[in-house]
């Protein structure tokens, strides 16, 4: 079982508010993933991770932020909520084994913007 | 750039193969996944292949590879009504392990 955990899985929010989806792991491992999903269903890289104090754009363009200060948290900011970032997110880590990147998801949160 | 496609929608009897197809275009990919996602969940990875490899079996699955077509094709075998879900193909993009993921396909399965 994953122990990666997404938080909240649902959130309602005004446009301009300034929000937080928090993302977090137990295994230890180095790389972290955010992805947005589409409604039709498509999923887009926008940020990731190699380990700590390390971030990379995807090759979704977005306006969000991360940051990597703990190998285990990798959160992911909105400074000003739009209707466009409604979306889910999904959240993902996988460790540093070469034979394999197994990629493990969180439950995602559904974000939406009113 | 780094694209995959797949076709968006699969609809199969139940007990029937079904075959769920990918393309990709990054001839440096190492390895290339399938997996599952079902309503209101997250992904969950279901097999992986090297790119070095043309075939793996695991019980109702098997993953074939044409890597001269950068082909990928996903088949399950007596399809049950659990199996519906949205599957996804990813590769990993050479050593930076990035994972890029294709379209989605909507699998349903019908009595």
């Known amino acids: 079982e994953a122990d990666i955990y997404q938080t909240p899985r649902y959130l309602v929010i005004g446009t301009g508010k300034k929000i937080t989806l928090e993302c977090s792991q137990t295994?230890?491992?180095?790389?972290m993933y955010w992805y947005q999903q589409d409604p039709g269903m498509e999923l887009h890289l926008i940020h990731y991770?190699?380990?700590?104090?390390?971030?990379e754009k995807g090759d979704l363009s977005s306006e969000s932020t991360v940051s990597r200060i703990r190998t285990e948290h990798f959160p992911l900011t909105l400074e000003s909520a739009r209707p466009s970032h409604t979306s889910q997110y999904l959240c993902?880590?996988?460790?540093?084994?070469?034979?394999?990147?197994?990629?493990?998801f969180g439950q995602g949160t559904r974000l939406t913007v009113v | 750039g780094e694209d995959v496609e797949q076709s968006l929608f699969l609809s199969v009897r139940e007990g029937d193969s079904s075959v769920i197809n990918c393309t990709y275009t990054?001839?440096?990919?190492?390895?290339l996944y399938w997996y599952k996602q079902e309503p209101g969940a997250g992904l969950q990875l279901l097999t992986y292949i090297f790119s070095n490899m043309d075939m793996k079996q695991d019980q109702r699955l098997t993953v074939l590879l044409n890597k001269k077509d950068k082909h990928l094709s996903l088949r399950i075998a007596d399809t049950q009504t659990g199996d519906s879900a949205i599957y996804f193909c990813?590769?990993?993009?050479?050593?930076?392990?990035?994972?890029?993921f294709g379209t989605g396909t909507r699998l349903q399965v019908f009595p």
């Open positions: 990813a590769e990993s993009i050479g050593n930076t392990d990035k994972l890029i």
């Open positions: 991770s190699y380990g700590v104090n390390s971030t």
């Open positions: 990054d001839s440096s990919s190492t390895y």
């Open positions: 295994m230890g491992h180095d790389k």
């Open positions: 993902a880590s996988s460790g540093y084994s070469y034979m394999n990147t197994e990629a493990f």
